[in-house]
């Protein structure tokens, strides 16, 4: 979008229309020059220092970078390495971060706002459902990482439909062209965005959402970008490694070579929230509605049509309450490391020279390296030759002992020895200090889960999105003669709990249901009739049947709590759990089974279910709710299931 045109520039043959012309340049261009400008400024926030400089010091830090050029030969001997403290801190923390993965919880409102427990369980289902048969998990590890370096690394929340051509034999021998959904490019994605593509118009607000416009860049191949953008009129003016810059002076369209991705073409989006457009431009050509600008609505919407950017920041620690971008892990350890690394520099030099000292040779005698060797044994010729050492013995305990506060310096901003698996050492280390440490361990993690739970409650959002706007709607079948058939999705679950028994949740959005009035008697059928399908009471399966316009409908806030981000210790949980069960085992508010379910579940997951009794097949059977609502019987809970979505 930005660049120096010179006189080796050629005029591109890409002419819009007067009012695309316009947009480009003095709205699209003049917001993208602005959030440039934000990323190249030297912010006080962030020590007079840019946010890409600070990004690029950052990772060298995390990188263990070494400058290895030595131009003085007299200094090559010197050890110029790093302990890699910081990233080792890093690459600890983040361990700790990702040892499982952070699913949003969900309440869901009606107009009413009164909450439905069912609808909040479906939401998550079906959200963990996306996450499991999407990239989220490796953009999860990504993310994480990104922010114990980066200034600022967003989450994008997508979906998209893209369709690819194949070919296919007919039984003449012939073969003929046909479109099939790319499932690669389609679906739910989670893309990672670095800190210089994203630009933001106000490095003083933290809410992304109140940032006035948005821009989103990244170079793809040229073949991707044919198959997302390919059937646009102006996609015919895109060659890979040239970029289409509007000149203000004469009015015109450049081609700009960019030699530094010869292969890839640059996608922009400009989002703008407020006036609810987003267009975007690949290579500098304007791929929105030719015909009319204002026809460009922000792709991304909640449940009440509302534009939202579909993006979230993550960071390590807010800077102040004000600024956008955040203070990494490794800017947070930068000082402590680098007095580290001098340290470790200063004392190992000192002991390459206590162990190969330079001596000093007064008298006649001449004595070369030649002669230096363990063992060697010779004589001088010369009585008054002496060998003197030219430096004094030297006693790096203190230079040690400073190297070990430096070290305690850097765990109190990152992850402690304890936490990361290290037991403390020496003698001095009472169970009371260990218990001490660890406290202080939880309450600097549960500060970083803070920030990041602040994050993971607006991402959490965009999938609620994506979830009442696209996964709750009908698609086309496939599979169907018929091409303009529409069906709804069902989602499939495996080994999940419900009522302390480890089935597999299918979720069913019903067409049937929809504007659907049901009496007393035809809930009892349906009961019925979907106990007999699941094989009650040796039913592997749990269905929910949902009305889709009805749960699209509700509103969706979610929430993370962050005491519950981090992975509880095993052994701690299932002591928990047996202390539980000696305190509710006999009160009458508690179902005895599922309690005996869950502790079983604790100890010996699947094999749980082979431990309880058998139920007596003479006995009227009392189930859990067919449609997920634990505690209450099957009628009773379909009832109202269905009654809410006959509503």
Request: proline share 4%; aromatic share 10%; hydrophobic share 35%.
């Amino acid at each position: 979008m930005i660049g120096e045109i010179t006189q080796n520039d050629t005029v591109s043959l890409y002419n819009p229309s007067k009012e695309i012309r316009d947009f480009t340049s003095n709205v699209v261009k003049k917001d993208y020059e602005a959030g440039d400008e934000i990323l190249n400024k030297t912010w006080v926030e962030l020590n007079n220092m840019s946010v890409l400089d600070r990004k690029d010091r950052d990772q060298r830090t995390f990188n263990a970078f070494v400058d290895e050029e030595i131009d003085d030969p007299n200094e090559a001997w010197k050890w110029i390495g790093t302990r890699s403290k910081a990233r080792n801190k890093a690459i600890a923390l983040h361990n700790y971060i990702t040892a499982g993965y952070v699913i949003p919880m969900f309440m869901a409102q009606n107009d009413e706002d009164e909450e439905d427990r069912m609808f909040s369980d479906i939401m998550r289902d079906v959200t963990e459902w996306m996450i499991n048969n999407s990239d989220y998990k490796q953009s999860y590890v990504g993310v994480s990482m990104g922010m114990l370096v980066n200034p600022v690394t967003y989450l994008g929340a997508e979906y998209a439909e893209v369709y690819q051509k194949i070919k296919e034999m007919q039984e003449d021998g012939t073969y003929t062209t046909t479109e099939i959904v790319d499932e690669t490019l389609s679906g739910f994605k989670a893309p990672i965005y670095s800190t210089e593509q994203v630009l933001i118009t106000n490095a003083f607000q933290p809410n992304i959402q109140r940032q006035r416009c948005i821009v989103q860049r990244r170079f793809i191949e040229y073949t991707e970008a044919e198959s997302i953008y390919g059937k646009h009129e102006n996609f015919n003016f895109v060659q890979p490694g040239v970029n289409t810059i509007f000149n203000e002076e004469d009015g015109q369209f450049y081609d700009i070579k960019d030699d530094d991705h010869s292969m890839l073409v640059e996608e922009c989006i400009y989002k703008n929230r407020k006036e609810d457009i987003e267009v975007v431009f690949v290579g500098g050509i304007y791929m929105g509605n030719v015909d009319d600008i204002e026809a460009n609505p922000i792709k991304h919407r909640d449940n009440r049509n509302a534009p939202k950017y579909n993006i979230t920041p993550f960071g390590y620690q807010r800077v102040n309450e004000h600024f956008f971008f955040y203070k990494s892990l490794m800017n947070a350890q930068y000082w402590d490391n680098s007095l580290l690394d001098a340290q470790y520099q200063m004392a190992m030099n000192r002991a390459f020279l206590d162990t190969n000292m330079p001596i000093a040779i007064t008298g006649q005698d001449e004595i070369d390296g030649e002669v230096i060797y363990p063992s060697s044994v010779f004589a001088f010729k010369d009585k008054d030759t002496k060998v003197t050492p030219v430096l004094p013995q030297a006693d790096l305990g203190g230079m040690f002992g400073a190297m070990v506060k430096t070290e305690t310096s850097m765990e109190e901003s990152s992850i402690s020895n304890l936490s990361s698996g290290q037991l403390p050492k020496g003698a001095g280390q009472t169970a009371t200090a260990i218990s001490i440490a660890n406290a202080n361990a939880k309450a600097m993690l549960a500060g970083v889960g803070k920030v990041m739970a602040d994050s993971m409650v607006q991402f959490g959002g965009l999938m609620a999105d994506i979830v009442c706007n696209h996964l709750s709607a009908p698609v086309l079948d496939q599979l169907s003669s018929d091409s303009n058939k529409l069906k709804y999705r069902s989602f499939i679950l495996p080994k999940k709990l419900v009522g302390g028994k480890e089935v597999t949740k299918v979720i069913k959005f019903d067409d049937t249901l929809l504007g659907m009035l049901m009496t007393d008697k035809q809930i009892k059928e349906k009961e019925a009739k979907m106990l007999e399908d699941v094989g009650y009471p040796n039913n592997k399966s749990h269905i929910y049947r949902i009305n889709p316009e009805v749960f699209a409908r509700y509103k969706y806030l979610t929430y993370i709590e962050p005491q519950t981000m981090f992975p509880q210790n095993e052994e701690f949980m299932q002591a928990k759990l047996s202390d539980l069960y000696k305190m509710l085992r006999k009160d009458p508010l508690i179902s005895a089974e599922s309690l005996v379910k869950k502790l079983l579940y604790a100890n010996f997951r699947s094999d749980a279910d082979d431990m309880m009794a058998k139920p007596n097949p003479n006995e009227v059977p009392v189930t859990e709710d067919e449609t997920g609502a634990g505690g209450e019987s099957a009628g009773t809970g379909v009832e109202k299931v269905l009654a809410s979505m006959g509503a």
